[in-house]
């Protein structure tokens, strides 16, 4: 059986840190409320001048150097992003540019914080459809620019980063076992984005009604992590790593209880990553891989959840 089997992973955080105590002094918060509400310690900022496209392109290069390959060897990009360096062309062909690549497809998914979990859907179906081969899936954000530095409900929630993997169409059990995507857009103004090309001429500012969204994080989440344990006949008992969206630790928390998984099998980065939107799957990803925490013949179970609503997940043996 054809699978799309993970060869390779990456990811890049920008150089500089923002604190919460850097953040209490802007606006009216303070490092015990965050960390208490949210779980968060720090989160990494964009430099001037660094764009999306860069983080992606540094996410990409890590991930291709792991699988031992080179850029000539990858015939579709997809890129997850909601924070495009312009509106278009897509992102994802700027990184096809910047790692030199004069052919394949590449193209932009707009799912916001579950995007990573779309592209990789949709690069799995083409890969398996047979027809490309090996795939660059990336998730690169700089939601730093999309915030509102006043609004302490948002700002203090969100980072910058981008995270990537190889894929490739291989014979075997590992790979890609199952992927589940939804979307209800009934819930479009919990969670949006207050300008845009298309209506006001700006690229507006991020807008959230927090608690609701968190309470239809955890439901959702549970249910697609069910829907697709099913879809590979198997259940929670089975999974050795969830690697979930990084929005907040009480939600990690209250998605592994529903399941009946202990906390210690979760990846959690939110602490020191924020939420970095469709970069915080791939970016855990990479940060487990690389500690040596996942192993092969692995179970994990990828989950994601945001603006839309979007939510999917995606069973992997690694
Ligand atoms: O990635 C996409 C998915 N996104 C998410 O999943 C985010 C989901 N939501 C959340 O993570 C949480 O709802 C938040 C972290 C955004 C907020 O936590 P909460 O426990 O739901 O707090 P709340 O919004 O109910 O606010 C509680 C209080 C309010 O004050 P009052 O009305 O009780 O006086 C807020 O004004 O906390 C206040 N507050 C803050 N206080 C200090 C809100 N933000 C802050 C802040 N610092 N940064």
Redesign the pocket.
């Known amino acids: 059986m054809i699978r799309s089997r993970i060869i390779g992973t990456g990811s890049y955080l920008p150089q500089h840190i923002l604190s919460n105590a850097e953040l209490a002094a802007r ?4 490092d015990e ?2 960390i208490e ?2 779980g968060i310690r720090q989160r990494h900022i964009a430099a001037k001048g660094e764009f999306t496209s860069d983080l992606g392109t540094a996410a990409a290069r890590a991930a291709l150097a792991n699988a031992g390959i080179d850029a000539s060897a990858i015939d579709l990009i997809i890129v997850a992003t909601a924070t495009p360096d312009q509106t278009f062309p897509a992102c994802a062909t700027v990184i096809q540019h910047k790692l030199g690549m004069l052919h394949g497809v590449a193209f932009d998914v707009a799912a ?2 579950s995007g990573f979990l779309y592209a990789l859907s949709v690069a799995d179906a083409m890969l398996t459809s047979g027809a490309h081969r090996t795939a660059l899936v990336i998730g690169a954000e700089t939601f730093s620019r999309l915030l509102d530095w006043e609004d ?3 700002c ?2 969100f980072g910058d980063g981008a995270g990537a993997v190889v894929l490739r169409a291989d014979a075997g059990e590992a790979g890609i076992l199952a992927t589940r995507l939804h979307s209800d857009g009934r819930y479009n103004d919990l ?1 949006y984005v207050d300008g845009g090309p298309g209506s006001t001429g700006t690229t507006g500012k991020l807008r ?1 009604k ?2 609701e ?2 309470r239809h ?1 955890v439901t959702n989440l549970a249910n697609v992590m069910t829907e697709t344990l099913a879809a590979a006949n198997l259940t929670a008992g089975d999974v050795d790593w969830v690697v979930p ?1 990084q ?2 630790l ?2 990690l928390e209250a998605t592994a209880r529903k399941l009946n998984l202990p906390i210690e099998r979760v990846v959690v980065t939110v602490d020191r990553h924020a ?1 970095t ?1 469709a970069a915080s799957v791939p970016l855990a990803l990479d940060c487990a891989v690389a500690d040596g925490r996942i192993k092969a013949n692995d179970l994990l179970l990828l989950e994601a ?3 839309g609503f979007t939510w999917g997940a995606a069973a992997v043996r690694w």
């Open positions: 606006v009216d918060t303070s409320w965050i509400r949210t916001v914080c302490r409900a948002t203090v929630l969670l959230m927090g608690k969204v968190f994080a969206h929005a907040n009480r939600i939420n939107s959840m945001g603006g």
